[in-house]
């Protein structure tokens, strides 16, 4: 009796293999954590353990081109993702349509959560210190698991590094495990709609 996989989730994992654009990034990052006020008031007032630009800065590429930098291969990993996706797309390419920086302190976590309004998401992790924490991605089928016993891969743990991009259809749920790095995780999220 033969047996088909159906509608499979496809996880990206890729690099960006330059030491001098990840140092550029690492210092943009820091200098934004210090200067950017709305961002640290906003990361304090929700509970954030670091810093986010999250709510407070919507254009890093125009702003800095380290992270103008960092699109243009991002743009290259989304189309190739988008390919094995098989997304109809009619000659149209994805485009970035938010793009933020995290530096998280010790013991910060971000709880499950997706990206609405957005086609696909992902992180480039910048400083990955020992014990940073993995990034855990959650079986969609979950919640109409009803009665049925867990699986052993009812959750993954992707291990991110220095340089690691990894992506994902923004319907999937996530979250970032705690970390108990002694020094801070710096990473780089983005939506592509």
């Not at 690492?26 to 200098?31: E, G, N, T, Y």
């Given at each position: 009796m033969p047996i088909r996989t159906l509608f499979p989730t496809l996880f990206y994992e890729g690099r960006i293999d330059d030491d001098a654009l990840l140092a550029d990034l690492?210092?943009?990052?820091?200098?934004l954590a210090e200067e950017d006020g709305a961002g640290r008031a906003w990361s304090r007032a929700n509970g954030y353990r670091g810093y986010t630009s999250y709510a407070?800065?919507?254009?890093?590429?125009a702003?800095?081109?380290?992270?103008?930098?960092?699109?243009?291969?991002l743009d290259r990993h989304v189309a190739a993702f988008a390919k094995e996706?098989?997304?109809?797309?009619?000659?149209?390419r994805?485009?970035?349509d938010s793009l933020w920086v995290n530096l998280m302190k010790r013991h910060a976590t971000h709880s499950g959560h997706i990206h609405p309004h957005s086609v696909?998401?992902?992180?480039?992790?910048?400083a990955v210190p020992p014990g940073s924490?993995?990034?855990?991605?959650?079986?969609?089928?979950?919640?109409?698991l009803m009665a049925a016993p867990l699986r052993p891969d009812t959750f993954v743990y992707a291990e991110p590094a220095r340089g690691s991009v990894f992506l994902w259809e923004s319907w999937l749920r996530h979250e970032v495990m705690s970390s108990d790095a002694r020094d801070e995780r710096i990473s780089i999220s983005f939506n592509y709609g």
């Open positions: 690492d210092r943009s990052a820091r200098l407070s800065l919507d254009d890093l590429p702003r800095d081109p380290a992270f103008a930098a960092l699109k243009r291969r996706l098989r997304l109809e797309l009619d000659g149209r994805l485009k970035l696909i998401s992902g992180t480039c992790y910048i924490g993995a990034l855990k991605l959650e079986d969609p089928r979950l919640p109409m």
